[in-house]
């Protein structure tokens, strides 16, 4: 049977939930999708569930990938990931900004390589901004868009949610926009340097709707501090990022 992303060639360079758990959803759809791992392992390797020794929540996020492991400090590994690039159509890296160019993979390195490459970044906070740099994790997506100020018993300590939200909403946010544009940014002229931020799209299409709902219900259960912050939050947070 034929699928939408079937002739499309994806270069994984994510770890943890959110990037991989993306390039999964275009694997779904038929990409064929590379993942270059670390010679110590994605970390998401060592998250529980377990069978036969192996991380269930690393097999899922990665279904469907081939995986070569490379040590991207060693400048033979970049040659290889080069030669990848010119045979890719898109590219996806989970990496804090700035790292991928000082590793010599950068996005006007790689189009020289590829023109019609699609570069995606996954990041926590984005591109630009006065969070750029900082790394995150789903628990700081909760905490900073107020999810967890609204969650837990009233009269006890705020709670995150059990599952990472955060970081399995982003893969629809990125898997979405990145295969769009791998699909039609030649005849449209559309940009192909994607930039996504996590937590700004956790906090804008989900928090950001529903804040009013989930701060009234706050309120009747008797936690006002709790319902102010989940306002305060997404409306400061997303206007800073």
């Known amino acids: 049977m034929e699928m939408m992303l079937d002739d499309v060639k994806i270069l994984d360079f994510t770890t943890n939930v959110a990037g991989p758990g993306a390039s999964a959803m275009a694997s779904d759809f038929g990409a064929k999708v590379i993942k270059i791992e670390s010679q110590s392992g994605d970390s998401a390797r060592t998250y529980a569930p377990f069978m036969d020794g192996k991380g269930m929540t690393h097999a899922w996020i990665n279904r469907g990938k081939k995986s070569v492991v490379m040590n991207l400090k060693d400048p033979r590994a970049i040659e290889v990931c080069k030669k990848l690039i010119k045979e890719a159509d898109v590219l996806v890296e989970g990496f804090r900004p700035g790292v991928m160019d000082r590793l010599g993979l950068g ?123 989940v306002l305060i939050r997404c409306e400061s947070e997303t206007k800073e990022m």
């Open 107 to 229: 996005y006007d390195v790689c189009k020289e390589i590829n023109p019609g490459l699609v570069y995606c970044s996954v990041s926590a906070f984005g591109q630009t901004g006065p969070y750029a740099q900082r790394p995150g994790f789903d628990l700081l997506g909760q905490a900073l868009s107020g999810m967890i100020s609204v969650n837990g018993e009233k009269g006890g300590h705020p709670i995150k949610h059990g599952v990472t939200i955060a970081d399995y909403f982003a893969g629809p946010n990125h898997t979405l926009p990145t295969s769009g544009t791998a699909r039609f940014s030649s005849p449209l002229g559309v940009d192909d340097f994607i930039k996504r931020s996590s937590f700004l799209y956790y906090s804008q299409d989900v928090l950001a709707e529903a804040a009013p709902r989930i701060a009234e219900s706050a309120r009747r259960e008797g936690l006002e501090g709790h319902a102010r912050s």
